[in-house]
């Protein structure tokens, strides 16, 4: 996994030939490059551009993997901070991804690159207040090594009210929070369940009470029904 | 339920906690009938596994009855009579599927953690630290078991608890120690260390086809155990020179394989030893390693180090130098579990093996704390003790 980060201008961004794979790759990264703006604040004048690169293998067809990354709805199964992603149909499609204090972002992004069973790419429309572009490829491996799944993305941190609210929340490492969301695809995927113990017993006084909480897999399930928490 | 947690360094106590639930949908509640405790526990036990949280409940050799599947359960079923791996596979990743069960990459959910240490994560564990998953362990009156259906074996009814009970850890782990060994046939194996998972290796090295097993330890009545129960030769690093008997046994060549059935924990009055401790103690180094010190050196050229002991960290003053000039190979790991257990219980129920000799103690889980002081100092001859629940 890589992280890079590039001085550029915040236009350049919303035309970046990557498009971002996932909401909650963003809401992370969004805060992320924030917090990297306001730790910066001496100058203001320049926007962080962010680039994050990461890869895992899954035990499945690149085909397969790309059919259930293609669905979009599927996103927030295992995608941490994303509440839902609604697709239009004309490559369009609206993302709505929560930040650590529980506020939501939303935006809206299209696919400009696709290679059916390889590639998605896509970006934030023009004025969203979250600027991303990333993309997602699904490459055979060597025998027996299932496929390999490559995330890349870039995000520019958004302006105004938004971002500093992001901001305050992210301080943790962005590329870190989207290699834990491909690990949860890749549980996902290959075994049908994202390992958990939130929620279990043991011999801690303050959840002496059965937990409400749910496991991320139960809340997944809750959110593909449309429910919110 | 009770369940004996963990609350610090020589600290455990049964308390009375929440009866686990289903968490995820191949999961499974388990009703422990036996239970027992492990060396590895000690490791614990004496605070030397980070990432443990105050309390964490222990205990990763148990087994039970099915009380209550998840939705995604099919093979097993409620009212099954089960024992469970101690490593916590998924059965689906490259891993799990090159029998390589307890590197299996799906069921440790604080992966980073261990990464951040290791490079990369095992799986996750019952009972093991929060690095390796921190999932509730065993050693309570009921137990979640993720992936019911990859784990767990049904054991026939008319073989005891005590008898089969092994197969969740020790029994394996002696026996996956044996194997790494690639035992030919006219070879001496070395076996340091005479607790119950050094015990298991000795009979393992014997099935394998050894022609003789050196068993090396200080405490009498487990070296005793190792040449009565496992036919071994017994060797007492306080009375011999180890090196020197070794070599002496194996006409000047040294054992063909040699293993550490011992750990970070070594115990030994050599200058290496002591340094150890006083490194550990200021935390210098981690692991004390004087037992596989003083097999690499012994081994002969070419010979194989198998390591079932666990390690966690750093280890000081490893004799490199020694294993790469005499070509060793090291084998080592936590147990995949999985892969022997169906082998090893024909063996009990072929009557080749009756894995409850190892057990010196059978006692209430409510008296736990009582069992880990006497396993830990040795009191009363203590080599295995085993817990159940509804013992009063
Ligand atoms: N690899 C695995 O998956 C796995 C599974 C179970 C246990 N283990 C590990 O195996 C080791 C042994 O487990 P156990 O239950 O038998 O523990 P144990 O504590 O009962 O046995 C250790 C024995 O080593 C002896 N010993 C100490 N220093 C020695 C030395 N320098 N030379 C020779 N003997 C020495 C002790 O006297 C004791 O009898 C532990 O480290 C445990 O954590 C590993
Ligand atoms: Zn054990
Ligand atoms: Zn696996």
Redesign the interface.
């Known amino acids: 996994m890589e992280l890079r980060r590039n001085r550029g201008l915040y236009a350049r961004a919303a035309r970046h030939p990557f498009l971002t794979s996932g909401a909650a790759l963003l809401g992370a990264g969004v805060g992320y490059a924030v917090y990297r703006v306001v730790t910066n604040w001496s100058k203001p004048e320049v926007a962080k551009e962010v680039h994050v690169e990461t890869s895992i293998?899954v035990?499945k067809t690149p085909a397969e993997l790309y059919a259930i990354w293609r669905n979009f709805g599927n996103l927030p199964l295992f995608m941490k901070n994303l509440v839902s992603v609604t697709d239009s149909g004309d490559g369009r499609s609206h993302w709505v991804a929560k930040t650590i204090n529980g506020s939501q972002i939303e935006w809206d992004a299209e696919i400009y690159n696709e290679k059916k069973n390889e590639l998605i790419a896509w970006r934030s429309l023009e004025n969203s207040d979250v600027v991303n572009a990333g993309s997602v490829r699904f490459e055979q491996g060597p025998q027996?090594?299932?496929a390999f799944v490559r995330v890349t993305m870039n995000y520019n941190p958004p302006v105004g009210k938004a971002g500093e609210a992001v901001a305050e929340l992210f301080h943790i490492d962005g590329a870190?929070l989207i290699?834990?969301d491909l690990?949860r695809f890749?549980?996902f995927v290959?075994?049908?369940?994202?390992?958990?113990?939130?929620?279990?017993?043991?011999?801690?006084?303050e959840?002496?009470?059965?937990s409400t909480d749910l496991?991320p897999?139960?809340a997944a399930t809750e959110k593909a029904r449309g429910q919110r928490a | 339920m009770k369940a004996v947690c963990w609350f610090g360094k020589n600290d455990v106590r049964v308390t009375s906690v929440p009866d686990p639930s289903i968490i995820n949908p191949h999961d499974a509640i388990i009703k422990v009938t036996t239970t027992a405790i492990c060396g590895s526990d000690l490791h614990l036990y004496d605070g030397y596994i980070p990432t443990m949280q105050k309390g964490d409940i222990l205990g990763h050799e148990f087994m039970g009855e099915v009380v209550e599947v998840g939705h995604s359960v099919q093979r097993l079923k409620k009212g099954d009579r089960v024992v469970v791996p101690f490593t916590i596979a998924c059965g689906k990743c490259f891993f799990c599927r090159r029998d390589l069960w307890s590197a299996c990459d799906n069921t440790n959910p604080n992966a980073q953690t261990a990464e951040m240490l290791y490079g990369f994560s095992g799986s996750g564990l019952f009972g093991y630290s929060h690095m390796m998953g921190g999932y509730a362990g065993g050693q309570a009156e009921y137990v979640r078991v993720p992936f019911a259906d990859v784990g767990p074996i049904p054991v026939p009814p008319d073989l005891p608890d005590e008898k089969v009970l092994f197969l969740s850890d020790i029994f394996p782990t002696g026996y996956m120690a044996a194997e790494n060994c690639n035992i030919q046939p006219g070879d001496t194996v070395a076996v340091w260390g005479c607790g119950p998972v050094g015990q298991f290796a000795i009979k393992s090295a014997y099935l394998l086809g050894a022609e003789r097993v050196i068993a090396i330890d200080n405490v009498p009545e487990r070296l005793r155990m190792a040449a009565e129960e496992g036919n071994a030769k017994p060797l007492n690093f306080d009375d011999e020179d180890i090196f020197g008997k070794l070599s002496e046994m194996t006409g000047g060549m040294g054992p063909d394989a040699c293993i550490d059935a011992v750990g970070l924990e070594a115990h030994g009055t050599t200058v290496d030893a002591l340094y150890d401790r006083a490194k550990t103690a200021l935390f210098m180094a981690t692991d004390r390693s004087h037992a596989l010190r003083q097999a690499i050196r012994a081994c002969r050229k070419g010979g194989t180090i198998s390591v079932p002991g666990v390690y966690g960290g750093l280890l000081d003053k490893f004799p490199f130098g020694a294993a790469f000039s005499k070509g060793l190979t090291f084998k080592m790991g936590q147990t995949n579990v999985h892969k022997y257990l169906a082998p090893l219980l024909s063996l009990v129920e072929n009557r080749r093996i009756d894995p409850s000799f190892v057990i010196t103690h059978r006692i209430s889980l409510k008296d736990a704390a009582d069992g880990y002081e006497t396993f830990k100092k040795n009191r009363d001859e203590c080599i295995k003790v085993v817990m159940k629940p509804d013992l009063n």
Do not use: L, V, W, Y
């Open positions: 293998a035990n027996g090594r299932g870190h290699k834990e690990r890749k549980q290959e075994t049908g369940e994202i390992a958990s113990i939130t929620g279990q017993t043991s011999g801690r006084a959840i002496a009470q059965p496991s897999e139960a």
